[in-house]
């Protein structure tokens, strides 16, 4: 299995060299609108590429607005500010995750609450949620969720839609609803992925991307809130350091932050969306032909949910157990053909050992499990 595998992700890519887990492909007009950039000068935070990029992503996504930052996790921390999120604050978000998602969550000064993903979609499972806050939480008298233990305000669920493949948001949101919990989509992987036709980080109140160099398109490094006129005026405010609109003078009139992407990233990121259709048709394909190969043998192939239009921006497998999972990392490696397990779950990691959480034992199950398979996008020639 492991033999047949390797052999075709080397005739995919026709590379006997290594083979990356993910690398960018710059064959549009990436060259041309970064030298435009430095012909121009504007290579920092004023420039006309900055806002072309919002609204691209704007009218890309269906978004009423878009507001560049300098990385996703930036995004996350303002879009969880202009949700409400205040210091002592708890936040439900799901432990199978990059760092980053609860990186943003401390930085709030708040905590991140674990509760478990669901099987089908590697996200956070709407059953969980409610059976953690049933069991902890509480509404009280002016309708705001409340820990029981210790009356600290429940404010906001953050679901990731993992590998791009969209989070049970329907449900999701029917919960957040019955427990006045602001839905924040934390969207770093899964730009271009629909969920029932919409654009997934469009759905919740605020949602956020990703341009990191190994996600589906890149800027080198940035990111992107995405939500409703009035917050993203508030959140265009704090990420420009809450500077006062002035002809000339410095007024600041609240604790701001220097978040806003360079206009030298967001050329190349105008580039890059200008390609992202064509890189959504190309990670499909893979994906179809990595489910042909794999169906029938012990490794689970993980497909779109249903109602969604994934944009496989990683293709994922779920081993029968560690043991081949394990084998299945190091023969791949062994060779170049990079590969790589699940991240570790938050809550084992020393800075978040200490949190709430739910039963996880979906998430357990599938950390010793899921690999991820390598999932460039092929050169133009082929794709
Ligand atoms: C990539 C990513 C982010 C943001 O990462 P940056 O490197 O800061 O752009 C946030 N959450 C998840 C789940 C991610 O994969």
Redesign the pocket.
Known sequence: MFASLIAFIRDYYRSNGPIPLHAPVFEGHEREYVLETIDSTFVSSVGAFVERFENRIAAYTGSPRAVATV????A?HIALKVAGVEAGDLVVTQPL??V??CNAIAYCGAEPVFVDVDRGTLGLSPRALEAWLTEHARLDAEGVCRSRADNRVVRCCVP?HTFGLPADLDALIDVCGRWNLVLVE?A??SLGSLYRGRHTGTIGRVGTL???GN?IITTG?G?MIITDEALAARARHLTTTAKVPHPYDYVHDELGYNYRLPNLNAALGCAQLERLEAFITAKRALANRYAELLAGSSIEFVREPEGCRANYWLNAVICEDVAQRTALLAATNGVGVMTRPIWRLMHTLPMYAHCRRGDLTVAEWLEARVVNLPSSVPPGDRQ
């Open positions: 990385n996703g996790t930036a996350l995750t990059f980053a998602t990731m934390d770093a992987e990703s341009f990191n996600k490094g990111g």
